[in-house]
């Protein structure tokens, strides 16, 4: 039974004709919305809603079945949710700050991690000559280098920067005393100059 009944939109004027269509013969429901019953492939009845035009389509025992909205939709949008222009434009700056400073800082810390290394190894080694000193001095100048570019563009407070240039001296100074390199001023004072410099 390759019948083929279409219902595009006149569907709602043909509704009170035909209330149900039965493929098989059988009689339909009482009401008037009941849907369909499919068994092994065969759609036993039919009936339209009068709310909802349907567009059904039978053929070889198969069923399509297309809704269509009774009314038309309308979208309404919402107020725009993205940012002004000029707080769009500092965002952009700050992030360009941001990663600019955090690259200076970042090579200030990896500078003194060197000193700092090249410092710990020279104190470790017991046959230290005082020439070794000097690659060690090239890269405390390196270091302050990055240091100071650091606190120019205000990536770093100039406290930081001084505290961090002092330490770096400290420790060398410290390195220089252990081996012997360096004796303070202190301890060469003789002892009359030192009590007539407490007096």
Request: net charge positive; glycine share 4%.
């Amino acid at each position: 039974m390759a019948t083929i009944v279409q219902c595009l939109s006149s569907c709602a004027t043909l509704n009170s004709k035909f209330k149900s269509l039965s493929l098989n013969g059988a009689s339909s429901s009482s009401s008037p919305t009941s849907s369909f019953s499919i068994r092994r492939g065969v759609c036993s009845s039919l009936s339209f809603a009068q709310s909802v035009s349907q567009c059904v389509a039978f053929s070889s025992g198969k069923t399509w079945v297309q809704k269509k909205p009774a009314r038309q939709l309308t979208v309404c949008e919402a107020a725009p949710t993205k940012k002004a222009d000029s707080a769009a434009k500092r965002a952009r700056q700050a992030e360009k700050r941001r990663v600019y400073n955090k690259s200076k800082k970042s090579e200030a810390r990896t500078r003194m991690k060197k000193v700092l290394e090249a410092l710990d190894g020279l104190k470790k080694k017991a046959d230290a000559v005082p020439d070794e000193i000097v690659t060690v001095e090239k890269l405390i100048g390196e270091a302050y280098s990055a240091i100071d570019k650091a606190v120019k563009v205000r990536a770093l407070h100039k406290n930081t920067g001084a505290r961090r240039k002092s330490r770096l001296a400290r420790r060398k100074k410290a390195v220089e005393i252990h081996h012997g390199w360096y004796v303070p001023a202190t301890a060469t004072a003789p002892p009359a100059e030192a009590a007539t410099m407490a007096a």
